[in-house]
T-cell receptor, first 112, second 113 residues
């Protein structure tokens, strides 16, 4: 069975801290790994990773994939209250059409 | 702007009363998906269409059906909603060229009274 596991499930930090969110996976027919941010509505896309070792960056957010060890991390530096959200990791697999298998999410709370 | 549109944003129905949720897209993507997301849980795939080919997930209840009359529209029909079907329903689209990236609508929050 295809599985995506995120940790921690919940994280509370102070504004300005740096956080690291983890995602491990066991799937067949891996195509890519994606990170989404969800704030009480539909998920919004952050990153898509297909190759190991190549860091993707967007402002204070960055992510990297390790296809040998089957995990990815999402880093957020200098956190702000607007970063409070659920961060979803998903793995795209090919079963006929491509599908996303989601992890259970990490709920990040940034306190002022 | 090309996008995925879901209507309505909030839907209230009664226990056992059929309800239909709608999704439209202007992206001209081949694949359309319906996900169910219950409170504090990950989105769970119900089914997807690849063009006109319907693909049901093995554990999707028979109570859930879908229709895709054309490329742009897809509907989720819940024949007899139960209290356990209250959730956010997310429509998404993709193309093979997207390498797995899904484009989500804003979701429909369904309440069952």
């Amino acid at each position: 069975e295809d599985k995506v596991v995120q940790s921690p499930l919940s994280l509370v930090v102070h504004e300005g801290d740096t956080v690291t969110l983890n995602c491990s996976y066991e799937v067949t027919n891996f195509r890519s790994l994606l990170w989404y941010k969800q704030e009480k509505k539909a998920p919004t896309f952050l990153f898509m990773l297909t190759s190991s070792g190549i860091e993707k960056k967007s402002g204070r957010l960055s992510s990297i994939l390790d296809k040998k060890e089957l995990f990815s991390i999402l880093n957020i530096t200098a956190t702000q209250t607007g970063d409070s959200a659920v961060y979803l990791c998903a793995v795209s697999i090919i079963q006929g059409a491509q599908k996303l298998v989601f992890g259970q999410g990490t709920r990040l709370t940034i306190n002022p | 702007d090309a996008m995925v549109i879901q209507n309505p944003r909030y839907q209230v129905t009664q226990f056992g009363k059929p309800v239909t949720l709608s999704c439209s897209q202007t992206l001209n993507h081949n694949v359309m998906y319906w996900y169910q997301q219950k409170s504090s849980q990950a989105p769970k795939l119900l089914f997807h269409y690849y063009d006109k080919d319907f693909n049901n997930e093995a554990d999707t209840p028979d109570n859930f059906q879908s229709r895709r009359p054309n490329t742009s529209f897809c509907f989720l029909d819940i024949r007899s909603p139960g209290l356990g079907d209250a959730a956010m329903y997310l429509c998404a689209t993709s193309n093979p060229a997207n390498r797995g990236k899904l484009f989500f609508g804003s979701g429909t929050q369904l309440s069952v009274l």
